[in-house]
């Protein structure tokens, strides 16, 4: 309802003060440089460029991050004694490693899956760590009555106690690697949506880049949603209860 | 139970020290191509040369200034939004599909649209800087404003408080501990977006300085900007988490 009202009250605004603007555009305008880009196959692109991207980033990352935060939750030397290496390498943004991967990979694919790698191995890592180390202990004591061996302990009792919690990790990276991937291509990136919404914006097509923004937002929005559907699927009640937090 | 806890942080830093110093042996031995990774003697150096000019000491606090700005303004409005949108369930109804639209948006990509309405001001940097950020803070009062035990509401029925003074008495000291772990967040997405601003418009700091280091192969001075990046995030969150133990203390003694 809201929405919709809002966009009404844009479109009648638009219309009313004349949309020569070079900033903003009425909605239909919007709506109709949607489906120009659409069907030039220019947006399509775009996407795909975005997508792999940050998909694949994503996966190098998650799974770095997964071994990692097993590792760590399950040997706590290890974990106090790497303490402060992490706790200094965590707090650099994400986007501070752009230059660096510019200067090793130049632009393209590469660097921008370095960097979205970087940004969703840490919050992976942290929060199966912190899964493993949330399992209720009860559990942990029938592995030990059981006579479970690590490897068993690991499979049988851990991983599945912990995997909602591992879940959420991943729904968190996989929105932040499509932010990193978006954000990368509109920092220094020459490719995908990123960079298709800065062309627009410098070629003072506000349609367009307004088109290119609602996108962006849908991209996001079906990603997330898918996201959370697997994860209700996979985990019934419990990824439920721990997708509202 | 307190020199074990030392002696872990000693060991710990320990193995970083060795990690510099392995770091140290590759640049030496020039394994990596030291284009790419001059050694932390040399990052060092361009740190300490920075800092002694005075250039990078300016463009630090610019930097500081901007995500602080920024994150304040993104909490004030979040934390107000969230306390409105979290105790009306008519509000809640009525925005929650928009939030829910807006929310997966990368604040990045409003940069184009900010640059067109706003120009390459500092008001489009602020604004940009606020809208990322307001995000985490908004939907953790928002969650933390639903979480609220239920029988505490009714207390305050109960007590015929007004809906203000619930929001301030009830809610918000039982909602702060998700505030204050939303403006964490918010925080770090301010640094990010103060340093992606920096680059895309040039306004001088931290993000505009690393990225023309980049862009002119001067790797120490890069890599000097990212250490310094690195610590400015450090000591933002550590800050932060002082704070929130300050003013969390209730909660701890409570348990």
């Known amino acids: 309802m809201v929405p919709a009202a809002l966009i009404v009250l844009a479109e009648l605004a638009m219309r009313i003060y004349g949309s020569t603007s070079m900033s903003l555009a009425a909605p239909s305008d919007i709506v109709a440089a949607f489906f120009a880009i659409m069907f030039d196959g220019s947006l399509l692109l775009a996407t795909r460029d975005t997508l792999v991207s940050a998909g694949t980033g994503f996966a190098a990352g998650g799974f770095i991050g997964l071994a990692l935060g097993i590792l760590f939750g399950l040997v706590k030397p290890l974990d106090r004694l790497m303490e402060v290496t992490i706790e200094a390498i965590r707090p650099i943004p994400s986007v501070a490693i752009l230059p660096i991967a510019m200067l090793v990979f130049g632009f393209g694919y590469r660097m921008e899956i370095a960097i979205v790698a970087f940004s969703c191995l840490w919050p992976v890592m942290i929060m199966t760590r912190s899964a493993m180390a949330g399992i209720e202990p009860r559990l942990l004591e029938v592995s030990r009555a059981l006579r479970l061996s690590t490897w068993d302990r690991v499979r049988k009792i851990v991983l599945p106690a912990a995997l909602p919690r591992i879940m959420v990790a991943f729904r968190l990276a996989a929105s932040i690697a499509l932010v990193v991937a978006v954000t990368v291509e509109i920092a220094a990136n020459p490719l995908g949506l990123g960079y298709g919404i800065l062309v627009a914006q410098q070629a003072l097509q506000p349609a367009v880049m307004l088109a290119y923004l609602v996108w962006i937002g849908m991209v996001g929005y079906l990603l997330n949603a898918g996201l959370s559907l697997m994860q209700q699927r996979l985990f019934g009640r419990a990824g439920r209860v721990e997708a509202a937090s | ?255």
Request: contains cysteine; glycine residues 10%; proline residues 5%.
């Open chain 2, 1 to 255: 139970m307190r020199l074990s806890r030392l002696g872990r942080l000693l060991a710990s830093f320990a193995v970083a020290a060795l990690l510099v110093w392995g770091w140290q042996l590759i640049a030496d031995y020039k394994l990596v191509s030291p284009v790419f990774l001059p050694g932390p003697d040399r990052a060092w150096g361009a740190l300490v040369k920075g800092f002694s000019t005075g250039d990078l000491g300016v463009k630090l606090l610019a930097t500081v200034e901007r995500m602080f700005w920024g994150w304040l303004i993104a909490s004030l409005i979040g934390i107000a939004l969230g306390a409105a949108i979290g105790t009306s369930p008519r509000l809640r109804a009525y925005l929650a599909p928009m939030l829910e639209f807006l929310r997966p948006l990368p604040a990045s990509a409003m940069i184009p649209v900010a640059i067109a309405v706003l120009g390459l001001s500092n008001g489009m940097v602020l604004a940009v800087i606020a809208f990322g950020a307001l995000w985490p803070v908004l939907l953790a009062t928002i969650h933390g404003f639903s979480a609220v035990e239920p029988r505490l509401y009714e207390v305050g029925r109960a007590l015929g408080l007004s809906r203000a003074s619930v929001i301030w008495k009830i809610a918000l000291p039982s909602a702060s501990p998700d505030i204050l772990a939303g403006m964490r967040l918010g925080l770090t997405v301010a640094l990010i977006l103060s340093v992606v601003c920096e680059m895309i418009a040039g306004r001088d700091g931290l993000g505009n300085w690393i990225l023309l280091a980049a862009r002119s192969f001067r790797a120490p001075d890069l890599y000097a900007g990212v250490i310094l990046l690195g610590m400015l995030g450090y000591i933002t969150a550590v800050a932060l988490a002082v704070l929130e133990a300050r003013l969390l203390v209730w909660r701890n003694r409570a348990r």
